[in-house]
């Protein structure tokens, strides 16, 4: 399922790329911090504004994002 | 707003890989016409399952529909 391989891969960038917790990246993004949560496991059908501005708090293309998706 | 640079994308990859109309799109990936028209017009704040069902029906990888967005 697309949205759970995609929770896969915002975790990792996350980690990766920012070291932040699920907590601090959500609030750096003014995302609220159960569904971005919600959103890494995999259990939210995320709309695309939401993707960008995960994207975008990651520093990465919505191109880069998908790779591999 | 990523809603229009992305409907105007798949706009494009609609006519020129398949050649085929709006309607007879969304027929083929069994999405409804008149929702596809509006994600292709930037209107819709489209969910990834969605994007993804667009994308698997132009045949592209999620990372090459978005390519330049």
Excluded: C, P, W
Excluded at 40 to 56: F, L, P, V
């Amino acid at each position: 399922m697309i949205q759970e391989e995609l929770g896969k891969r915002i975790r990792e960038l996350r980690t990766s790329k920012t070291g932040l917790s699920q907590e601090k990246f959500a609030h750096k993004i003014e995302m609220d911090r159960t569904y971005f949560a919600s959103v890494e496991a995999g259990k939210r059908n995320i709309s695309i504004t939401n993707i960008k501005k995960i994207a975008d708090g990651l520093d990465v293309t919505l191109s880069e994002l998908f790779t591999g998706l």
